[in-house]
């Protein structure tokens, strides 16, 4: 035991060293455990507050991550109550996995729905974005001709699930083009919506894409579809916990999501919602358990073990992202990403491709250097500044992602604005 607290005591989790072990606790049910173990987190009021976010995050000293995008980290808090699960599904890991911990998924089945506005029967919690949005673009009944309408810059891993639909049963993709950064809400709507025909069926819209960080208006796209019996599957991968958002008030038939982006959940975890009386009619690819009803959400659930402590832990996070506010978090993420832009953005080789309005924007921005590669302007800020981006070179765009996150403050944004005017002024 003694290691294993000078072990928790290096990675600042000292609290944990001192936790209630869980084999006394083996009698009792999640939610008494539950109880009994969590801290309560309590913000300071006024001026500290952003330092207080920051001092919940195992911040590196050295390495400045600016790829919050890619994957975020989580919140102490967050890691604690992980490792806290774990420990104690280790003492008994079929008892403990199966039974104790089992128990508290539905309370945070709950939560995820009430950050966007959904009902819990409507929510299934799986390994992340990937397979929430396969889920619906492998499950949805389509025929031979049946069109879908997507963009060329949805993420790729759901282009080529379409791609492979369309290969394999001969369904017709109607691809939507973008000039980044797009400013205009209804030309973005128009570019979708003008693509419906009769034979559509589908709408694929990315909410915040991941390339530029430009916003969708998912609502009015998914207005016209509704009004032409086409069904809406959003990706929400780069949105939920970062930019608000109702899926009834959207008034859209699917969703999928990552909870290791903005939500800061443990990695591995994500979220698939699908409208109540949709849920009949995706079919699952997974083994099914053929007594269930045809109607629960926990059929897209079936996967044998699972990462229970990881699911259980996405409670916490939601936790601290309920600490911090939704409202708060998401003027904060696009203020610190305007505050970077506003330094950089007047440099005559500097071009911004994601739109200046948070209408339209929020912690994600995309800026290219002329006369530099993507990938050489990565390589720069690494090797010399010992700060982390991502390059992107993807169809039209050839510049870096930076993504801030809550934890990031503005001295480190003055960092990397110094870092990149180097560059830019370099010959
Ligand atoms: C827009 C978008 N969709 C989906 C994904 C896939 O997410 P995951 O790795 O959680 O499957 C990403 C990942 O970066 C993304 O940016």
Redesign the pocket.
Known sequence: MSNRRDFLKKVGLASLATSVSASTLWSKSFSEINKALIPSLIPPPGDDFWAWVRTNYTVSSNLLNLNN???SPQPKFVQEAFFRYTEMANEAPSYYLWRILEEGKDAVRTKLANLCGASDTEIAIN???????DTVIHGIELKKGDEVVLSKY??P??LSAWKTREKREGIVLKWVDFDFPENDEQKIADKYTSLFTNKTKVVHI?????WAGQIVPVKKIAAVAKQKGIKTLV????SFAHIQFDVKDWDIDYM??????WLCCPF?T?MLYIRKEEIPNIKTFFSEDLAMDQGSIKRFEELGTRASTAELAIGEAIDFHLAIGAERKQQRLYELKKYWVDQVKSHPRVKILTPESSALSGALGLVCIEGIEASDIDTYLMSEHHIHVVGIKYEKVNGIRVTPNVYTSLDDLDRFSKALLLLCDKK
Do not use: F, P, Q, W
Not at 206 to 210: A, D, G, S, V
Not at 235 to 238: E, Q
């Open positions: 995008g890619g994957v390994r992340n974005a990937t397979e929430a949005l949805d993420y891993r759901m990315t909410h915040l894409i991941n990706d929400a991968a780069h999928g999501t990552s909870l290791h982006k591995g994500g």
